[in-house]
Protein backbone atom coordinates (compact mmCIF):
# COMPACT_ATOMS: atom_id res chain seq x y z
CA UNK A 1 0.00 0.00 0.00
CA UNK A 2 1.50 3.58 -1.21
CA UNK A 3 0.83 5.23 2.46
CA UNK A 4 1.89 8.80 3.81
CA UNK A 5 3.53 7.85 6.42
CA UNK A 6 1.25 8.75 9.45
CA UNK A 7 0.58 4.88 9.95
CA UNK A 8 2.74 2.10 10.38
CA UNK A 9 -0.02 -0.41 10.95
CA UNK A 10 -4.16 -0.02 10.37
CA UNK A 11 -5.99 -2.76 10.57
CA UNK A 12 -9.81 -3.48 10.00
CA UNK A 13 -11.44 -5.64 12.74
CA UNK A 14 -13.69 -8.09 12.09
CA UNK A 15 -18.10 -7.25 11.54
CA UNK A 16 -17.28 -3.52 11.62
CA UNK A 17 -18.80 -3.10 8.24
CA UNK A 18 -20.21 0.52 7.97
CA UNK A 19 -21.84 0.28 4.57
CA UNK A 20 -22.04 -2.79 2.20
CA UNK A 21 -23.13 -2.24 -1.36
CA UNK A 22 -22.46 -5.64 -3.48
CA UNK A 23 -24.66 -6.44 -6.28
CA UNK A 24 -24.32 -7.24 -10.23
CA UNK A 25 -24.57 -3.30 -11.15
CA UNK A 26 -22.13 -0.73 -9.87
CA UNK A 27 -18.60 -0.98 -8.36
CA UNK A 28 -19.22 -3.36 -5.06
CA UNK A 29 -18.40 -1.16 -2.74
CA UNK A 30 -17.30 -1.99 1.04
CA UNK A 31 -16.43 0.64 3.69
CA UNK A 32 -15.34 -1.19 6.96
CA UNK A 33 -14.14 0.85 9.93
CA UNK A 34 -10.57 0.74 10.88
CA UNK A 35 -7.97 1.16 13.49
CA UNK A 36 -4.63 2.29 13.60
CA UNK A 37 -1.56 1.44 15.90
CA UNK A 38 -1.34 5.20 17.57
CA UNK A 39 -2.85 6.71 20.27
CA UNK A 40 -4.45 9.64 18.70
CA UNK A 41 -8.30 9.24 18.56
CA UNK A 42 -10.10 9.43 15.13
CA UNK A 43 -12.42 7.54 13.13
CA UNK A 44 -10.85 5.94 10.61
CA UNK A 45 -12.17 3.48 7.33
CA UNK A 46 -10.99 1.55 4.66
CA UNK A 47 -13.34 1.83 1.71
CA UNK A 48 -12.54 -1.21 -0.83
CA UNK A 49 -14.46 -1.22 -4.17
CA UNK A 50 -13.67 -2.96 -7.33
CA UNK A 51 -14.04 -0.20 -10.13
CA UNK A 52 -14.76 0.52 -13.66
CA UNK A 53 -11.55 -0.71 -15.43
CA UNK A 54 -12.00 3.03 -16.95
CA UNK A 55 -11.79 4.44 -13.81
CA UNK A 56 -9.51 7.11 -12.14
CA UNK A 57 -7.42 6.02 -9.39
CA UNK A 58 -10.47 7.80 -6.04
CA UNK A 59 -7.44 8.58 -4.45
CA UNK A 60 -6.12 10.51 -7.32
CA UNK A 61 -9.80 12.32 -8.14
CA UNK A 62 -10.03 13.30 -4.21
CA UNK A 63 -5.89 15.02 -4.57
CA UNK A 64 -7.04 16.92 -7.48
CA UNK A 65 -9.94 18.07 -6.17
CA UNK A 66 -8.21 19.37 -3.00
CA UNK A 67 -5.31 20.86 -5.05
CA UNK A 68 -7.66 22.89 -7.48
CA UNK A 69 -8.77 24.71 -4.59
CA UNK A 70 -11.93 25.84 -6.55
CA UNK A 71 -14.45 25.37 -4.21
CA UNK A 72 -14.50 25.71 -0.68
CA UNK A 73 -17.10 22.98 0.15
CA UNK A 74 -15.29 20.47 -2.19
CA UNK A 75 -11.66 21.24 -0.16
CA UNK A 76 -13.06 21.46 3.28
CA UNK A 77 -15.48 18.29 3.20
CA UNK A 78 -13.15 15.87 1.30
CA UNK A 79 -11.79 12.70 3.35
CA UNK A 80 -8.08 12.70 4.05
CA UNK A 81 -6.32 9.67 2.14
CA UNK A 82 -3.75 8.34 4.23
CA UNK A 83 -2.95 5.22 1.91
CA UNK A 84 -4.05 3.62 -1.39
CA UNK A 85 -3.77 -0.09 -3.02
CA UNK A 86 -4.35 -1.09 -6.38
CA UNK A 87 -6.03 -3.99 -7.08
CA UNK A 88 -5.63 -5.99 -9.96
CA UNK A 89 -9.13 -6.80 -9.75
CA UNK A 90 -12.04 -4.68 -12.34
CA UNK A 91 -15.24 -4.91 -13.01
CA UNK A 92 -13.68 -6.43 -16.56
CA UNK A 93 -12.77 -9.62 -14.76
CA UNK A 94 -16.48 -9.79 -12.82
Known amino acids: ??????????????????????????????TVKAESNDDVPRDLAIKIYSPEKLRLNEATVISNAIKSGDDPDTTNHSPTVFATQDLEYRTETV
Open 1 to 30: MVGDGRFEDVQAPPNHILHSALGIVGRGTV
